[in-house]
Nanobody, 129 residues
């Protein structure tokens, strides 16, 4: 099982990036998935999560209204659209998936790293001021 994150890069403040996370080895179409990020010297933190259908999403307060998480279950791919980027968004971004296909979004502690069993390798996002 592999999660492959891509789409990071260097962008000026106010710019946009779209991250992708392609899953292989098994389907995650019924699993909760999320994005986390880790800045230098800081702990990995929750960014956004999405239910299996895409009907429920949650975000950390600092990215609400700027970031959008989505998924395409037919392609087994997770996305994070990031707009109006700020220097404080600079971090390595990781996608993650819960291995339990029966755990509902409401049951899941989607903001907790402990929920997620599979992690991508990370993609660097750097926002210059």
């Amino acid at each position: 099982v592999q999660l492959q994150a891509s789409g990071g890069g260097l962008v000026q403040a106010g710019g946009s990036l779209r991250l992708s996370c392609a899953a292989s080895g098994r389907t995650f179409s019924t699993n909760v998935m999320g994005w986390f990020r880790q800045a230098p010297g800081k702990e990995r933190e929750f960014v956004a999560a999405i239910s299996w259908s895409g009907g429920m999403t949650n975000y950390r307060d600092s990215v609400k209204g700027r970031f959008t998480i989505s998924r395409d279950n037919a392609k087994n791919t997770l996305y994070l659209e990031m707009n109006f980027l700020k220097p404080e968004d600079t971090a390595v971004y990781y996608c993650a998936a819960d291995k339990n296909p029966r755990r509902t979004y409401i049951e899941a502690n989607y903001y907790s790293r402990g929920l997620y069993d599979y992690w991508g390798q990370g993609t660097q996002v750097t926002v210059s001021s």
